[in-house]
């Protein structure tokens, strides 16, 4: 995710045009200009193809339509991204709240007892992000029993298992008599909190924009800039060419960047930084226990890409 200083505009604009999305933007508009230069050199060099008759009124009337179209699809995809933030956002705080209520409970000797807890709960958000990413990488997980990787490596929903690992784990305690009845509720209620933020995320992956709006969007916005370059070369005659092109970057571009922020779990530049998420997840966790952390994975908790300072 990009952070930036919102009072640098200049420094802001120079960096988002180097992202990949403002790049496949730039191809996208070589073509465009490549059409409206061979239609405006056409109409006022060879053939008279404008359109003279289009009422200026309708053409306006379907540039607002468009207009509408755009912004809803932006709000829609912003939603999608910012729900994905909120999700996060509560996985942070139920994280935190299960390594305070675990540290309280626990017996100060229990030491084993808490680093399990730690390392346990740390693995969720990793575990959490690799599911969403659809990528099986363990080597982020910390081993905290022997042979504890290896039983999440056999499972297809691995946070599932890391939340089943804390709940076994929690009974063992409980029929042991360190953990009570009111605070096993207590912590269940937590765990089945960290398998409901699992199931919002897969929702908002696996629910992208219908496939019939999404393209019906871009067919509109293709056909309204097909048709542009002809119903304003008469009144433009070669600023045709820039206008053409100033249009068509606010309209593609506003596509393209609704099309990147749909899905907030990628790995874009400006989809969530899940990774140091997880890993401020992780500090904040062990911290809470007393449990030491090396410097470096602290430094791990800090956002990796700022564009301006």
Known sequence: MILYNRHHWLRAIWHFHTGKTAISLIKRLFFVGLYVTAVTITELTFYDIKLSYTPAEFFGAMGILLSLLLLFRTNTAYDRFYEGRRTWGALVNTTRNLAVLYHAI???????????FAKT??????????????????TELDEAVIGGIAELEKRSHVPGGVVSQLRNRTEELYRKGTISDAQSINLNTLLILLLDINGICERIKST???????FFIKFFITAYLIVLPFTIIEEFGYLTIPIVLLVSYVMVGLEMIGEEIEEPFGLERNNLPLNQLSQMMRVNVHEIFGIYLPQVEKQAAIPDFMVVS
């Open 106 to 116: 626990l017996p100060k000797e229990a030491i084993e007892e808490r680093l399990y």
């Open 121 to 138: 709960i740390s693995n969720f958000p990793f575990a959490l992000k690799n599911h969403l990413r659809a990528t099986r990488d363990f």
């Open 208 to 214: 992208p924009i219908p496939f019939s709006y999404n």
